[in-house]
């Protein structure tokens, strides 16, 4: 299996090349910024980008989907309570004082439960609202199981509640009642930062003792 976490954008979005092995089709997971940088890496593999999947609408996850899809014409998924942040990009743009990516294309809502599938990969969605109210982590099933929280779940932090659509009552419920469920040697892979365990956050993160 091909697995390539890399930092993308000025604020180092946690972007993820998945794919079941080269020469394959391919999901990237929150792809924010950097569309030439992604697409190096999957030609790198020799990989087609089939399904694009973002684990919230937050302009540093969902930046490059337009370029991405002009170049590979690949479908992108969102979960529905996210719209209106990405029917909304120039405002979230104007927070950071940059130029607005063009509003790419989303083809599927992402279901709870429900998971999405390309090339022999398949991601469990789990519905995590708290950071917004779409924020969705996608749990990668194997020998070494892994979580992309997005901005729900951090090492040693959790993600902020002070945007619009933020709850700190629902990010802590979705990570105590949805998250810490999983094996403590599961892997997490945040949406910024290094990686971590459901077993080191649930031991050591300041927020969920």
Do not use: Y
Not at 95 to 118: A, K, N
């Amino acid at each position: 299996m091909i697995l390539e976490t890399f930092a993308v954008g000025m604020l180092q979005c946690n972007c993820t090349i998945l794919a079941s092995g080269p020469s394959g089709d391919a999901i990237v997971v929150d792809p924010g910024d950097d569309p030439d940088q992604i697409m190096k890496r999957l030609s790198r593999h020799d990989l087609r980008l089939r399904q694009i999947v973002s684990t919230h609408a937050h302009i540093d996850h969902v930046g490059a989907i337009h370029a991405l899809q002009e170049r590979t014409g690949a479908n992108a998924s969102l979960h529905a309570h996210d719209m209106f942040l990405f029917d909304c990009l120039k405002e979230q743009a104007s927070w950071l004082g940059i130029v607005p990516p063009e509003q790419g294309r989303i083809d599927h809502f992402l279901e709870d439960g429900t998971p999405v599938e390309s090339g022999g990969i398949a991601l469990d969605v789990v519905h995590t609202p708290g950071h917004t109210p779409g924020s969705v982590t996608f749990h990668l099933g194997a020998d070494d199981p892994i979580l992309f929280t997005g901005d729900t779940l951090f090492l040693g932090s959790i993600g902020r509640t002070d945007l619009p659509g933020g709850s700190m009552p629902d990010i802590l419920d979705s990570i105590r009642r949805r998250l810490l469920k999983f094996r403590s040697d599961t892997r997490v892979i945040p949406g910024h930062g290094p990686e971590t365990s459901i077993g080191r956050e649930q031991a050591e993160n300041p927020f969920l003792r």
